[in-house]
């Protein structure tokens, strides 16, 4: 149980931050090794979330780009919505591991999702340098994924944030199929911010570590 309740943490980082980013994604999901060979060994379970741009996002840039009479400047505009899908997606990688770190299964940090956290680094690299088509290529900066992880850390620290991280991972590693929806994960996010809002702000005050943020709805 602890090896998949680890990968379990690390996958349910990434699926509670996008459902909180508002990014949609199909389902994230469970495996054992012998459906992925080429794991490190030692390495029990893998993970995903299974997350593709979204039709409307794609159809929303080639309106903009389309739109010279609408918009004065439809390039500057398209990479600047591009950005901030790409600074998202980069949120969303960076949740994995600060999953494990600050809701470790067993107290500790394993390593049972070093593998996933390495391939989440190689997305964040992939993301700062995305080429979108032949003449636009978006580019977010180091010191900018820095700015980002730490926005990315806040989130995961809010109480209803870190319940429904918890609450998907359980769910995760005990259902049948290891595998749950992008709209079953919605709804215990949905759930456990109700939850937290009903029994009123100074529950989060009481969790929350010291200097975090109670809402994070804007971090900076």
């Given at each position: ?8 943490i ?12 508002h ?23 893998f ?7 979204r ?45 494990d ?35 636009i ?84």
């Open positions: 149980m602890t090896h998949i309740m680890n990968v379990a690390h996958e349910a980082g990434h699926a509670v931050v996008a459902a909180h980013l990014m949609p994604f199909s389902r994230v999901l469970l495996a054992p090794k012998h459906c992925v060979p080429e794991l490190p060994t030692g390495e029990k379970w993970g995903m979330v299974d997350m593709r741009m039709g409307s996002f794609k159809a929303k840039l080639v309106i903009i780009r389309r739109g010279r009479s609408i918009f004065s400047d439809p390039e500057a505009i398209l990479r600047k919505k591009i950005i901030e899908h790409l600074e998202k997606h980069i949120m969303i990688s960076y949740a994995g591991r600060l999953a770190e600050i809701y470790p299964w067993g107290g500790t940090v394993s390593n049972e999702s070093s593998a996933g956290a390495a391939k989440d680094q190689e997305d964040i690299r992939k993301f700062q340098n995305w080429q979108w088509s032949d003449d290529q978006a580019e977010v900066s180091d010191s900018r994924c820095a700015q980002l992880r730490r926005r990315t850390e806040r989130i995961i620290r809010i109480p209803y944030v870190g319940f429904a991280i918890e609450e998907t991972a359980f769910l995760l590693a005990t259902s049948k199929s290891r595998s749950l929806s992008g709209k079953e994960v919605r709804s215990v996010y949905r759930s456990e911010r109700e939850s937290v809002t009903r029994r009123g702000n100074f529950v989060g005050r009481q969790n929350l570590r010291e200097g975090e943020y109670t809402d994070g709805s804007n971090p900076t």
